[in-house]
């Protein structure tokens, strides 16, 4: 019995060390393109509940399968990961100086059950121009992001705020993780 994460975060994977938990990485491919008129925190449950039941398929059913998704959002409307620069600082521009929400859903799948909670953030940034967006991208960092900024990177620096949970933004809100684990009859070490 072991605890297998549908992800290949290695943010999220060093979450669940913080609770203590050792798990094995089950990549699952699975299509995120967002539904017509999918809200924001029905698209991320979806594909929380999508890569954790295509994890279970792939490992034995006393396993307990995480699966989870981020998506940054403004008025209901998803904004996703940046394609290039230009894009980048299209998201960034609608980001700066305002509040914007952070939705990470978190599936659990154990003996063919899977459980779903959402964790939403609201997140405020200071005002961020063109140079610091341009040295922002050229460190790398921001490509593979939701809303192309990580929280426990170098955009820290353009956080004035948040309200909800840190790791929530990170990815994998531990507290909502814990309770679905518990729930599936996992006996967590905290």
Known sequence: ????????????????????????VNVVDIDETPLPSEAAQDYVLRLAAEK???GSQQVNASDWVIGADTCICIDDSIIGKPDDYPHAQAIWLRLSGGWHQVCTAVAVTHQQRTQTLINVNHVCFDTINEEQMRAYWETGEPADKAGGYAIQGLAAAW???IRGSYTGIMGLPLFETRQL??????????
Do not use: C, F, H, W
């Open 1 to 24: 019995m072991n605890i297998v994460l549908a992800s290949a975060s290695p943010r999220r994977l060093a979450l669940l060390k913080q609770l203590g938990i050792d798990a094995s």
């Open 159 to 161: 956080i004035q705020e």
């Open 52 to 54: 954790s039941l295509a």
């Open 181 to 190: 684990l518990i729930a599936a009859g996992y006996k967590t070490q905290l």
